[in-house]
């Protein structure tokens, strides 16, 4: 049987309650993975009874990806060539993956800020598990969108041309960038004040380093300054790898950079560091909330 201490704590309506706290007691392995498996459960529940929370993973891709592709193909004249659709397909994957992990800020932003966490310290749980719990959620649905992308991208006459081990590793990079960066994302969300300004804060901050990059456009003829600017953000080593892996056109390899001549060497790297940096800051704003 737990024992439960109690701690005062400031309610939405600004009165001052007592709520029961769980006694802090050792979670083996096998506790946490269960704690966490047990709110990936909870998650999912909350998406299948109100599944429109999919739509930035179902509906937007198929229409970024047409409007997109059809308004900038018809201007955009690639440096060496080549079909434009195949060179935007692995762009446009990049752009809803990335603009998708705002669901992530927008997630715990909710259940920070509604009362839940409040719910979750009175249980003998593993109070951490939240935050994996919550990137382990959006996994799945990373997936259907990128599959919704490649589903659209084949109707309109992509299609990779380098066997399915590079096609699946170009996948891969793409679902590990957007994983690094939920859990950007996450810190968003636990530092925010509600849901709509962990929305709009990320989406303030994401749009500009997509749209600042390969994904959509080469880069060849912009000015200097920002063409170094975009050959050094992280985002665009992403496409470039996407495109070298999946054998689409990439302009990209013909710029004199470290990260455009290794793609793939830069977005695993790039993706290590940005999960370096994240998790811990996201794990140490979670205590702080839960602790308020």
Known sequence: MSTTTTTNVTLPTGKAATLPTAATR??????MFSDVLTLVRRNLVHISREPMQLSDVTIQPVLFTLMLVYVFG????????????????????VLNQITATVGTAVGLSTDVNTGVVNRFRTLPMWRPAVL???????????????????????????????GVGNTIAAFGLVLLIAYALS????????????????????????????FVSNALVPTQHM??????????????????????LLGNPNPSASIDAWPMQHPVYATFLWSIALLTVFVPLAVTLYRRRATD
Not at 26 to 31: N, T
Not at 77 to 93: I, S
Not at 223 to 244: G, H, K, M, Q, Y
Request: glycine letters at 12%.
């Open 26 to 31: 050792p979670h083996g392995p096998l506790r």
């Open 74 to 93: 018809a201007g955009v004249v690639l440096p060496d060539g080549g079909d434009y659709h195949e060179f935007a397909l692995p762009g446009m994957l």
């Open 132 to 162: 994996p719990a919550r990137s382990i959620t959006d996994l799945p649905t990373a997936i259907v969108g990128a599959g919704i992308v490649a589903a659209t991208g084949f109707a309109i006459g992509w299609s990779p041309h380098n």
């Open 183 to 210: 859990w950007g994302c996450a810190c968003l969300g636990l530092a925010s004040k509600g849901a709509e300004t962990a929305q709009a804060l990320g989406l303030f901050l994401l749009f500009p380093v997509v």
């Open 223 to 244: 000015t200097p300054w920002l063409r170094d600017v975009t050959t050094w953000n992280p985002i665009s080593a992403v496409p470039a790898a996407a495109r070298e």
